[in-house]
Every structure is written in C-alpha cells, then in structure tokens.
C-alpha cells in the first residue's frame, strides 16, 4: 500500500496499512508496537424518506476481514501481573457494518 | 451513482422522492430530493486495554469512522399532487393536495438549496 500524501488524498477503498500503538495494562510498562492495521474509504449514503426515523442510512467502514492474535510480553511487570498483551493484526481489510459485537465503533 | 462516484468527499446527489398526501396515499406526487452519497474515511487498529475492560474484552478492535451524513434538512411545500381517489379527503371536498416532505441540504453545485456542509465530509 502506497502511503504517500497525493496518494492516501485520492484513495477509495480499504486496505491494510501500518498502524503504531503504545500496548499498555496496569502494573506493567508500555511496550511501543508497530502493526498492520486497516484505513481507507468505503461506500456511504443518507436519503431522506417520508416515514419515521425519516432518513435511511447505509456506511460502511473499514475494518479487519482477517485477523491474527499476536501476544507480547510488556516489560517491567509487578509481581503477579499477568505480562502477555494479546491484540489482533490485519490480514485482511474490507469494507463493512462496524461490528458492535466485537468492535468498539466510534464516529467523528 | 452520481458523477462524483469515485472521488474522495460527501456529496449532494438527485433522488425521486414519492410524495403523499397522508398515510392512505390519498394523493401522490414525484419529488426531486437530495440524497448524501460519498466515502466513510474510516480506520480499524487494536482497542487500547481500557477499552477492552470496559468492553468485558469483547471489543479487540476499534474502529473510527467519519462518514457521508445529513447535516440539514429542509422542509418543501409540494403542491398540486395528483389525487389518487376520486371524492377522497374530507367528504369528496378534496380539490388540492398539499405536504411537506423533508428534503436534506448538504454541498452542490450552488443554488439556493445549498446552505451548509454535509456533517462527516472528507476530501
């Protein structure tokens, strides 16, 4: 995935690309980590309809189609704190309903 | 899919609306509204551990969207409905329709309809 500005300005669609996060839990040090994650452009409409709720509305977003579990071990971890950290990398990122069964979405 | 298909943004976009006069349809009419069409910038990455506690490490991923939404509507008169019943309304009295459907205001081409921006635009 090409990620440069003129690129990432015209891009539609939703592609894996490199994500950096601070893996943190309590009692344990953070552990800066770079991973593949999803972004991109997906399909979105609203339309104004005569019936309540009185708009129709269709996004999608994009996000993990297919995923791994990595496991980290945080450093500096107090005595009977657990140091594995487990979080999901992209294999595969498509567009789709943001899942609240697995996913926490959030809109801007 | 309008001319804008394919490019980056949020966009005003024609639909044919089916007006009514009330809820049997009394009267109806074809109405041109607008319909918000673009992309939902959006991004997946691990949910951080506060997220997952809350979430009873349900939620691994978050997902951050700012999508194509209606910022505004505007209510329009349309008058002149074609009756659909003869003698239909108030004791056959009925000789124009009239109503109010909700039209939704975001970025065009200009013109008078256009009075803001359409919330979540990007590009």
Same mark, same amino acid.
């Given at each position: 995935?090409?990620?440069?500005?003129?690129?990432?300005?015209?891009?539609?669609?939703?592609?894996?690309?490199?994500?950096?996060?601070?893996?943190?839990?309590?009692?344990?040090?953070?552990?800066?980590?770079?991973?593949?994650?999803?972004?991109?452009?997906?399909?979105?409409?609203?339309?104004?309809?005569?019936?309540?709720?009185?708009?129709?509305?269709?996004?999608?977003?994009?996000?993990?189609?297919?995923?791994?579990?990595?496991?980290?071990?945080?450093?500096?971890?107090?005595?009977?704190?657990?140091?594995?950290?487990?979080?999901?990398?992209?294999?595969?990122?498509?567009?789709?309903?943001?899942?609240?069964?697995?996913?926490?979405?959030?809109?801007? | 899919?309008?001319?804008?298909?394919?490019?980056?943004?949020?966009?005003?976009?024609?639909? &044919?609306? $089916?007006?009514? *006069?009330?809820?049997?349809?009394?009267? /109806?009419?074809?109405? #041109?509204?607008? +319909?918000?069409? !673009?992309?939902?910038?959006?991004?997946?990455?691990?949910?951080?551990?506060?997220?997952?506690?809350?979430?009873?490490?349900?939620? &691994?991923? $978050?997902?951050? *969207?700012?999508?194509?939404?209606?910022? /505004?509507?505007?209510? #329009?008169?349309? +008058?002149?409905? !074609?009756?659909?019943?003869?003698?239909?309304?108030?004791?056959?009295?009925?000789?124009?329709?009239?109503?109010?459907?909700?039209?939704?205001?975001?970025?065009?081409?200009?013109?008078?309809?256009?009075?803001?921006?359409?919330?979540?635009?990007?590009?």
């Amino acid at each position: 995935f090409n990620t440069s500005k003129g690129d990432l300005r015209r891009f539609v669609g939703c592609a894996v690309r490199e994500f950096t996060f601070l893996a943190k839990k309590p009692g344990c040090k953070g552990l800066r980590i770079t991973t593949d994650a999803c972004w991109g452009r997906c399909e979105t409409w609203e339309k104004p309809i005569l019936d309540p709720p009185y708009i129709e509305a269709h996004h999608r977003v994009c996000t993990y189609n297919e995923t791994k579990q990595v496991t980290v071990k945080l450093p500096s971890c107090a005595p009977g704190v657990d140091p594995f950290y487990t979080y999901p990398m992209a294999i595969r990122c498509d567009c789709g309903a943001c899942s609240t069964a697995t996913t926490e979405c959030e809109s801007v | 899919q309008g001319p804008e298909a394919g490019v980056p943004g949020c966009y005003l976009h024609p639909i &044919n609306v $089916t007006v009514r *006069s009330d809820r049997q349809g009394t009267c /109806r009419g074809s109405h #041109v509204a607008h +319909a918000c069409v !673009g992309y939902c910038e959006s991004s997946a990455f691990p949910s951080r551990h506060s997220v997952l506690a809350a979430s009873g490490f349900q939620h &691994n991923i $978050t997902s951050v *969207s700012q999508c194509c939404t209606i910022s /505004r509507l505007q209510k #329009v008169g349309s +008058a002149g409905l !074609g009756r659909r019943r003869a003698g239909a309304g108030a004791g056959g009295r009925l000789r124009r329709c009239q109503l109010r459907p909700a039209l939704p205001l975001c970025p065009g081409e200009g013109g008078t309809a256009v009075l803001g921006q359409p919330a979540g635009a990007a590009g």
